[in-house]
């Protein structure tokens, strides 16, 4: 797709001379001029106001928008339905519109058509804008939550107590995680429903294997030291729950309450 573009301070306009339309982006500060007729899409504080018919000669006053995308429409193609299949695209793609705006149908023999047009200008301004116009807004993810050591946090003993397994747990260094003689394991890793081992039940049983000559009849014999709560989970219990939130200290403070940073 090859485009023309012209940038002025309040005003976007990009040409395609190979469908033979046009596409104006103003700001409130400038007035538009409105040569053709196309579909106007009106913005307020980042929400679409108005998907819209625009004829030339219309008067756009800047006190209910802070911008403007016009688009010429090509002559192949009924207005009515071109609006209808950019208002149907938004709605499709869950973006909020005023209550009046609903779904309506597009004729079978103009669909592939119009949609193909309204998908090609939709995609241009969300290239030239930051709005996610008519797309639905990319899914945000998660800030991963980050757990900071600190020597206040290494003398405190952490407990854990699960039905299968009980153990006292203490984060002395960076990289050491230390569980203190007499903690009982959980006896049996669980099983998928076809009856072979999960990923977290093969993981606890090799942190198991690694020390097999700290504990007996499931009861470790001396401290053991681990790298992490995620090693100390499996290790006791073959983790399948958040242990930090279920490591806590004599007065019921968890280890992430302590460590989240």
Do not use: C
């Amino acid at each position: 797709m090859k485009l023309n573009v012209e940038l002025e301070e309040n005003v976007t306009r990009i040409v395609s001379r190979e469908e033979g339309i046009q596409i104006g982006i103003y700001s409130e500060t400038e007035k538009p001029v409105i040569k053709k007729a196309g579909i106007g899409i009106l913005i307020l504080k980042e929400r679409i106001e108005n998907i819209f018919r625009i004829e030339s000669g219309l008067d756009i006053k800047g006190k209910n928008w802070d911008r403007l995308i016009l688009f010429t429409v090509p002559s192949s193609l009924e207005m009515r339905y071109v609006l209808r299949g950019f208002i149907n695209a938004a709605l499709q793609n869950e973006v909020k519109l005023p209550r009046r705006f609903k779904e309506e149908p597009i004729p079978s023999n103009m669909q592939k058509l119009i949609t193909e047009f309204v998908q090609r200008q939709i995609f241009i301004i969300n290239r030239f804008g930051r709005d996610h116009l008519l797309v639905k807004a990319p899914k945000r993810k998660p800030v991963k939550t980050q757990h900071r050591w600190s020597a206040a946090v290494s003398v405190v003993p952490f407990y854990v107590e699960t039905p299968d397994s009980k153990a006292e747990i203490q984060w002395i260094k960076r990289n050491e995680m230390v569980i203190r003689a007499g903690a009982t394991m959980k006896k049996e890793a669980p099983l998928n429903k076809d009856g072979s081992l999960g990923f977290s039940a093969k993981m606890g049983q090799k942190v198991r294997d690694d020390h097999q000559d700290a504990f007996e009849n499931y009861v470790t014999k001396k401290d053991i030291t681990l790298k992490s709560v995620n090693e100390v989970s499996l290790f006791l219990y073959f983790a399948g729950t958040n242990s930090w939130l279920k490591f806590k200290d004599a007065d019921g403070k968890t280890i992430d309450e302590w460590t989240k940073g």
